[in-house]
């Protein structure tokens, strides 16, 4: 069964600078798609950004990078320039089909 | 107007109640889903419905039951409410031909005493 882990339960940025959230998958597909979803406190489950598992170019949407590193089944969120809303949970997600798997989650604090 | 809304937001019910929670979408999305976030697991699937006469059991289906009535609505019930289904629960859609990509509805935050 496909697994996704998140290891940094917790992490926290100072305002306007970089942090690396972290994820790595298990999976036996070669075709797949890999998602970071924010959760501020509205609970609201928000997209970030997406990653085609066939296509080598890293995933860019303005602040938020990911490095993809498919033989290493490595999938992690760059923040750049961090915010004070960017404070929230961030999820890492895989969906290969209909098998959607969600990781537990960092929860990310900005510090002003 | 939000594309995915849920009713009830928040709900409060005794163990042994019966609950149904709502899920309705503009988005014309064929696919919908139910997911139950829980404090350091994540979101996990319940079900899910490829359209109105689809319905399929994902990893946590026991104990829920799951009604599509039309292409836009989709319920979740609790026959027979317990404590361990205290959680945060999620509909999401997605789109036949762009499958790979979920949206999630605002959630409704489920205590069951």
């Known amino acids: 069964a496909q697994t996704v882990t998140q290891s940094q339960p917790e992490m926290s940025v100072q305002e306007a600078e970089t942090v690396t959230l972290s994820c790595t998958y298990d999976t036996s597909e070669s075709d797949y798609y890999l998602f970071w979803y924010k959760q501020p406190p509205s609970r609201q489950m928000i997209l970030v950004i997406r990653?085609?598992?066939?296509?080598?170019q890293n995933a860019t949407e303005n602040r938020f990078s990911v490095n993809f590193q498919k033989a290493a089944k490595s999938f992690s969120l760059k923040i750049s320039d961090s915010q004070l809303g960017d404070a929230a949970m961030y999820f890492c997600?895989?969906?290969?089909?209909?098998?959607?798997?969600f990781g537990p989650g960092t929860r990310l604090s900005v510090l002003p | 107007d939000a594309d995915v809304t849920q009713t009830p937001r928040n709900r409060i019910t005794k163990t042994g109640k019966r609950i149904m929670l709502e899920c309705s979408q503009t988005?014309?999305?064929?696919?919908m889903y139910w997911y139950r976030q829980d404090p350091g697991l994540g979101l996990r699937l319940i079900y899910y419905s490829f359209d109105v006469k689809d319905i399929n059991k994902g990893e946590i289906s026991d104990g829920y039951s799951v009604s599509r009535q039309a292409q836009a609505k989709f319920s979740l019930s609790l026959e027979s409410a317990i404590p361990n289904q205290t959680a945060l629960y999620f509909c999401a859609t997605s789109d036949l031909l762009s499958t790979d990509t979920q949206y999630f509805g605002p959630g409704t935050r489920l205590t069951v005493l």
């Open positions: 997600a895989y969906n290969y089909g209909q098998n959607f798997v």
């Open positions: 990653q085609e598992a066939y296509k080598q």
């Open positions: 988005k014309g999305h064929d696919r």
